[in-house]
């Protein structure tokens, strides 16, 4: 089991901001990577749709890599399925809100604290709980920005009109006065540039996917499964219910190993079986 894959998921690219870390932090490990773009976006679908969808792609991604970790590192699929995940799964699995919630209460320092993420999230409240559990005295902001996933998902990154949907979207947040702002979607770190430019310098910029790869590194260790052979495992596989030649595209573009190669997945090979092994 410790030779065995972390498998990632996610509604679309988006997630790949967590596998960069990942492949950072633990270059040894081999990774899995599934991006559901073909049914994308996940925010505005119920829990339990989501729900189901989390539980194909973890069966998948058991029967066809026997992975040994499951990172949700989707922030939608995280809210709706991580709980549930937990309990059907025998290995460790991973959301990214709690170790995002974490490190925004460790980093702020006016208790002012933004969420932005895809409506869907904002919804769950879950951030916001998260947070407060952690430490009351905090304030939080939470705003729906679901137009950010599909500028991402465009490859649209820096464009007059990507600047302008950013700051319309970010615009009811000015005037709160926080000095921190959780990217609360894995999609989101990928237009950070533009983010940061519209909410100035002052505000710091909460990446979860960096917390959440830091928690799969204790984790490994806890449960004694980090993969000890020393070799250097920096590509990992990569699949899409999606375009593959705009999911190779989109990953060359962000993470470090290049090239990317996925491979096709058609969405009804997901869903033939609906329960993980």
């Given at each position: 089991m410790q030779n065995s894959p972390i498998g990632l998921m996610d509604s679309g690219v988006g997630g790949l901001t967590v596998l960069k870390?990942?492949?950072?932090?633990?270059?040894?490990?081999?990774?899995?990577?599934l991006g559901d773009q073909a049914r994308l976006p996940y925010?505005?679908?119920?829990?339990?749709?989501?729900?189901?969808?989390?539980?194909?792609?973890?069966?998948f991604l058991q029967r066809q890599a026997n992975i040994k970790m499951l990172i949700i590192a989707c922030n939608t699929a995280t809210a709706a399925a991580l709980a549930t995940m937990q309990q059907e799964l025998t290995i460790p699995v991973v959301g990214v809100i709690a170790p995002g919630s974490r490190s925004a209460v460790q980093t702020t320092r006016n208790h002012r604290i933004g969420v932005i993420a895809t409506t869907g999230?904002?919804?769950?409240?879950?951030?916001?709980?998260?947070?407060?559990?952690?430490?009351?005295?905090?304030?939080?902001f939470s705003l729906a920005c679901q137009d950010f996933v599909e500028l991402v998902e465009a490859n649209?990154?820096?464009?007059?009109?990507?600047?302008?949907?950013?700051?319309?979207?970010?615009?009811?947040?000015?005037?709160?006065?926080?000095?921190?702002?959780?990217?609360?979607?894995?999609?989101?770190?990928?237009?950070r540039p533009l983010i940061q430019e519209v909410m100035g310098p002052d505000v710091t910029l909460v990446d979860p996917g960096t917390a959440t790869a830091d928690m799969a590194?204790?984790?490994?260790?806890?449960?004694n499964l980090a993969n000890p052979s020393g070799v250097r495992h920096p590509q990992g596989d990569y699949y899409t219910t999606g375009d593959v030649d705009r999911f190779n595209k989109l990953a060359d573009n962000w993470l470090e190993e290049t090239p990317v190669r996925a491979h096709h997945l058609p969405v009804a090979d997901l869903i033939q079986t609906t329960e993980v092994e």
């Open positions: 870390e990942v492949q950072r932090l633990l270059p040894t490990e081999k990774t899995v990577f925010g505005p679908r119920d829990a339990a749709e989501v729900t189901t969808f989390t539980r194909q792609i973890a069966g999230t904002i919804k769950s409240d879950q951030y916001r709980q998260n947070i407060l559990a952690k430490d009351p005295n905090n304030q939080v649209d990154l820096d464009s007059e009109h990507a600047r302008s949907v950013v700051k319309a979207g970010l615009t009811p947040l000015l005037d709160r006065n926080i000095d921190t702002l959780v990217m609360g979607c894995t999609h989101f770190p990928l237009l590194t204790s984790l490994l260790d806890y449960w």
